[in-house]
Nanobody, 117 residues
Framework: VQLVESGGGLVQPGGSLRLSCAASGVTFSSYVMSWYRQAPGKERELVARISSVAGRTNYADSVKGRFTISRDNAKNTVYLQMISLKPEDTAVYYC???????????WGQGTQVTVSS
C-alpha cells in the first residue's frame, strides 16, 4: 500500500493550495480517506475525512468553510482544497486511509504547507 501526497508549498496568508494523495495497492473506493496535519510541537490532528461510498465529509472546526475534501475513485486520488489560508494552517499534511476501524490504516509520507508572508 502506498499513499503519495503532493501539492504542498509556501503560500501567503489568504492564498490557496490543493493537496493530492494518490493511492496504490488498495481498493481505493472501499477506503475511508482522511487528511491530518501536524504542526511543530503539536500533536497530529484530523483535518478532514471523506467516507468510502456515500462521500460523506467531516471537518475540523478550524477549517470548516475554508477546506474541502473530495475524492476521485477512478483516479484513486483524494484531494484537499484549501482557501483563505492562515499562518496557523502551517503544518505537515498527511493522507490516511483505512477500510474499517478493525483494520490497520495507512499513512502517506506527508507534504509541507507553509503559510507566511
Amino acid at each position: 500500500v502506498q499513499l503519495v501526497e503532493s501539492g504542498g508549498g509556501l503560500v501567503q496568508p489568504g492564498g490557496s493550495l490543493r493537496l493530492s494523495c494518490a493511492a496504490s495497492g488498495v481498493t481505493f473506493s472501499s477506503y475511508v480517506m482522511s487528511w491530518y496535519r501536524q504542526a511543530p510541537g503539536k500533536e497530529r490532528e484530523l483535518v478532514a475525512r471523506i467516507s468510502s461510498v456515500a462521500g460523506r465529509t467531516n471537518y475540523a472546526d478550524s477549517v470548516k468553510g475554508r477546506f474541502t475534501i473530495s475524492r476521485d475513485n477512478a483516479k484513486n486520488t483524494v484531494y484537499l482544497q484549501m482557501i483563505s489560508l492562515k499562518p496557523e494552517d502551517t503544518a505537515v499534511y498527511y493522507c490516511y486511509a483505512y477500510a474499517n476501524l478493525a483494520s490497520p490504516g495507512y499513512w502517506g509520507q506527508g507534504t509541507q504547507v507553509t503559510v507566511s508572508s
